[in-house]
């Protein structure tokens, strides 16, 4: 994704993290607690291939977590961080609105 000159990281990061239909509803999904690969796919009706993707990128922008369960084949739980995610947030409506 091109980043326009001027604009932060930070507004080039949530464009990238918002501006996919599949990472929002990940991010919705996750918002109401935490979820293994397997139930996040399920709920989103979507193969977990399709879902790997995505998820690796959401978690190399931090707004998603992984705790690694006890467990034979090392079960993942992804959890929001919404810490990252309101960060984001802020940074592309002050980007949007720099009058507010």
Do not use: C, W
Request: aromatic share 2%; proline share 5%.
């Amino acid at each position: 994704m091109m980043k326009i000159p001027g604009q932060s990281e930070e507004v080039h990061a949530a464009v990238q993290v918002l501006g996919n239909t599949l990472r929002v509803a990940i991010l919705s999904h996750l918002s109401t607690g935490p979820a293994t690969r397997a139930a996040i796919s399920d709920a989103l009706g979507v193969t977990e291939q399709s879902l790997s993707r995505q998820m690796a990128f959401l978690e190399d922008k931090g707004v998603v977590g992984t705790n690694v369960l006890p467990g034979r084949g090392r079960p993942t739980l992804h959890h929001l961080q919404s810490a990252r995610l309101n960060q984001l947030e802020r940074a592309l409506v002050a980007y949007l609105h720099p009058s507010s």
